[in-house]
């Protein structure tokens, strides 16, 4: 079974700081890949970042990079220099190749304060 | 424009009145997947479809019904809605086993 754990409910950060929000997965399969999503509270899902478990460099989108530590099973965001508009609740999620299923994470509730 | 598009958006419904929440995609994906999402315990997967006519249970399957006669079309099905079934239902969809899935807006359910 896949599991993935947030243990983050909720964080404050000062606006312009960087932010790491914590995911660990767990999975016995080889072949997986990781995602980040957003959720502002208008309530729908955005993507953020994707990583696969055999890429061999953390994936990088804009000011969100994902830091992969494959023997440690984590994957965790970080959003450097943070802004008003990153408040939200952000949801890690993993599919393993072969199964279909998405599993999600219970999400962090990032507020970034003025 | 790419979209995923869920309707209702809001319902108040009364327990037992049978409800079907639709989802329709322009994007040509084979995967589609419903979700229900409650405070503290993120989204949990209720039926996934790989292609037409392949449908297969997730993590929270009961109580609810899907069908996938049309590639753009997956429903979800509420026969008898039941108070526990209030939650914020979402549609996604995906190519092939990889890379992102694509989320429709949320359908927010309340069963009296």
């Known amino acids: 079974a896949q599991k993935i754990t947030q243990t983050q409910p909720g964080m404050f950060v000062q606006e312009k700081e960087a932010v790491t929000l914590d995911c660990t997965y767990d999975t016995s399969d080889p072949s997986y890949g990781l995602f980040w999503y957003k959720q502002p509270s208008s309530g729908e899902m955005i993507f953020l970042i994707y990583?696969?478990?055999?890429?061999?460099q953390n994936a990088t989108e804009g000011r969100y990079s994902l830091n992969f530590q494959k023997a440690r099973k984590s994957a965790n965001l970080v959003i450097s220099a943070s802004q008003l508009g990153d408040s939200a609740m952000y949801f890690c999620a993993m599919r393993t190749f072969g199964n279909e299923k998405l599993t999600f994470g219970t999400g962090t509730r990032l507020t970034i304060i003025p | 424009e790419a979209q995923v598009t869920q309707n209702p958006r809001y319902l108040i419904t009364v327990t037992g009145k049978k409800l079907t929440v639709t989802c329709s995609q322009n994007?040509?994906?084979?995967?589609m997947s419903w979700y229900r999402q409650d405070p503290g315990l993120g989204l949990r997967q209720i039926y996934y479809s790989m292609n037409v006519e392949v449908t297969d249970k997730g993590d929270v399957p009961e109580g609810y019904k899907v069908s996938r006669k049309e590639k753009r079309n997956f429903p979800l099905i509420l026969e008898s809605p039941s108070p526990n079934q209030t939650s914020l239902y979402f549609c996604?969809?995906?190519?092939?086993?990889?890379?992102?899935?694509?989320f429709g807006e949320g359908s927010r359910l309340t069963v009296l």
């Open positions: 994007m040509n994906h084979e995967y």
């Open positions: 996604a969809t995906g190519q092939g086993a990889v890379g992102e899935l694509f």
């Open positions: 990583q696969g478990s055999y890429d061999q």
